[in-house]
């Protein structure tokens, strides 16, 4: 049986709250090209899952966009709230496997490196529900994984020391497009950024689930 990976989470991410802007440089560069992958209009309604201390979220609402942003770690959030500098922003803490809003209640939904941190079973649950609140648009940010089979294990062993991510070395082995599609999510941009360190997928919710249609797989 697989362990909640809440548990880690919130130790981690509770603790790291005060000093985890520190290394916000390595994904200074993502949030611009996560807002152009999101083809985001002025009037749209955007929610940052997994919003941490808020950079991306405030990114949006810095341009005019009305953003919710949530996670489950309390700390990130009040650090979120405190930047927020004027820009209004909601934030809130909620389970990303569990979203409290109705279906296609936002236009563009986002998420930064938490999917990683996850079981693929638990991963299904969440991106089922971003395709079940959003839409039009989701872009996903998260370690990139070689595309090339053999290097898998070299990148899952660098990876550990840079995240340390219980599910790693299932993450750089992971079909990802596979899994967005068996969630509802059809994959139609990658873009590999930060020196290769990041992988931005964007996908549009499906009309008609995997699951409703009984099929589950596609090639890729």
């Known amino acids: 049986?697989?362990?909640?990976?809440?548990?880690?989470?919130?130790?981690?991410?509770?603790?790291?709250?005060?000093?985890?802007?520190?290394?916000?440089?390595?994904?200074?560069?993502?949030?611009?090209?996560v807002i152009e992958m999101s083809g985001w209009q002025p009037g749209e309604k955007v929610l940052d899952i997994c919003t941490g201390t808020g950079d991306l979220a405030l990114a949006f609402g810095r341009l005019g966009a009305e953003v919710v942003g949530v996670d489950i770690a309390e700390n990130m959030l009040q650090r979120a709230a405190a930047k927020s500098n004027g820009e209004y922003i909601t934030w809130l803490k909620m389970d990303a496997t569990e979203l409290q809003f109705p279906e296609n209640?936002?236009?563009?939904?986002?998420?930064?490196?938490?999917?990683?941190?996850?079981?693929?079973?638990?991963?299904?649950?969440?991106?089922?529900?971003?395709?079940?609140?959003?839409?039009?648009?989701?872009?996903?940010?998260?370690?990139?994984?070689?595309?090339?089979?053999?290097?898998?294990?070299?990148?899952?062993?660098?990876?550990?020391f840079v995240d340390k991510s219980e599910y790693m070395p299932q993450w750089v082995r992971q079909n990802f497009n596979q899994t967005c599609y068996n969630a509802g999510l059809?994959?139609?941009?990658?873009?590999?950024?930060?020196?290769?360190?990041?992988?931005?997928?964007?996908?549009?919710?499906?009309?008609?689930?995997?699951?409703?249609?009984?099929?589950?797989?596609?090639?890729?």
Not at 2 to 29: C, M, P, T, W
């Open 1 to 33: 049986m697989e362990r909640d990976f809440r548990q880690y989470v919130l130790h981690h991410y509770n603790r790291a709250a005060s000093y985890y802007d520190i290394i916000e440089f390595i994904r200074k560069g993502t949030r611009p090209k």
């Open 105 to 160: 209640s936002f236009d563009v939904t986002t998420l930064s490196l938490a999917l990683h941190h996850m079981p693929e079973s638990t991963q299904h649950q969440v991106l089922s529900e971003i395709a079940r609140v959003t839409r039009r648009k989701v872009v996903l940010v998260e370690p990139h994984q070689p595309f090339a089979k053999w290097k898998h294990a070299i990148w899952g062993f660098i990876a550990s």
């Open 186 to 220: 059809k994959v139609e941009e990658i873009r590999v950024t930060t020196l290769a360190i990041h992988r931005l997928t964007a996908c549009k919710p499906m009309t008609v689930r995997p699951e409703a249609s009984g099929v589950v797989r596609e090639k890729w």
